[in-house]
């Protein structure tokens, strides 16, 4: 099956920097890669995702890479806020089965 | 629309009770899927339902969790006999189609078991 590794497991920067957060995945027949953002005490929210025929995407400060060849994934934030701390989660999977989550990231943004 | 709406939001009960979660998934989503959150483990699947079947159990712990949808806009996951190690946050989460589409995610189930 399906197994998502995340690192770092902690990440910390200015207001301002840039934050990123790899993954990497095992079965090359996942096709379908989101990113998710909770905040303490939260539900998890999805933020953006992509899809194997895609090798980027941006959404405003977001963005995400995918490298199918190495098999994995990043989420980039750009001029990181305080209000994007929080732990932010990757997951991978392929039609017909369930997403497989990374272990989680919790991002600090001080000001 | 309402969203994913889990019940209780916060259980409190002594071991050997049994508990039950429920879950209403979005209007029109058709695949459901039950997590537990721990520090320890992180987010785990426990298993996940598609037009209302159980597609994938092998993430339920033990035999001593259930869990059923019996229509389209309802299911429950029952833990009987419970246990501290059961205590964790609990979120039930829903998708259109088979297809892997973005799970949204209920407010989630903080459960504690003394």
């Known amino acids: 099956g399906e197994n998502v590794e995340q690192h770092p497991s902690t990440l910390s920067v200015q207001e301002g920097d840039s934050a990123v957060i790899k993954c990497t995945y095992s079965?090359?027949?996942?096709?379908?890669f989101p990113w998710y953002k909770q905040e303490l005490g939260k539900r998890p929210q999805l933020i953006i995702d992509i899809r194997s025929n895609v090798g980027e995407k941006k959404d405003q400060r977001i963005a995400v890479t995918l490298n199918k060849t190495a098999k994995h994934f990043s989420l980039h934030i750009t001029e990181t806020q305080p209000e994007d701390s929080a732990v932010y989660f990757c997951?991978?999977?392929?039609?017909?089965?369930?997403?497989?989550f990374g272990k989680g990231t919790t991002l600090s943004v001080s000001s | 629309d309402a969203g994913v709406i889990q019940s209780p939001r916060h259980e409190v009960t002594e071991m050997g009770q049994e508990v039950t979660l429920r879950c209403k998934p979005i209007?029109?989503?058709?695949?459901l899927f039950w997590y537990r959150q721990t520090m320890m483990r992180g987010l785990e699947l426990l298993i996940y339902?598609?037009?209302?079947?159980?597609?994938?159990d092998s993430g339920m712990p033990e035999d001593r969790f259930s869990a059923k949808m019996p229509n389209a806009s309802f299911s429950t996951l029952k833990i009987q006999p419970s246990e501290p190690r059961d205590s964790a946050v609990y979120f039930c989460?829903?998708?259109?189609?088979?297809?892997?589409?973005?799970?949204?995610f209920g407010d989630g189930t903080r459960l504690s078991i003394l």
């Open positions: 997951a991978g999977g392929q039609a017909g089965t369930a997403l497989i």
């Open positions: 079965d090359s027949a996942s096709n379908y």
């Open positions: 989460a829903s998708s259109v189609g088979q297809r892997n589409q973005p799970q949204h």
């Open positions: 339902f598609n037009n209302n079947v159980p597609i994938d």
């Open positions: 209007s029109g989503h058709n695949s």
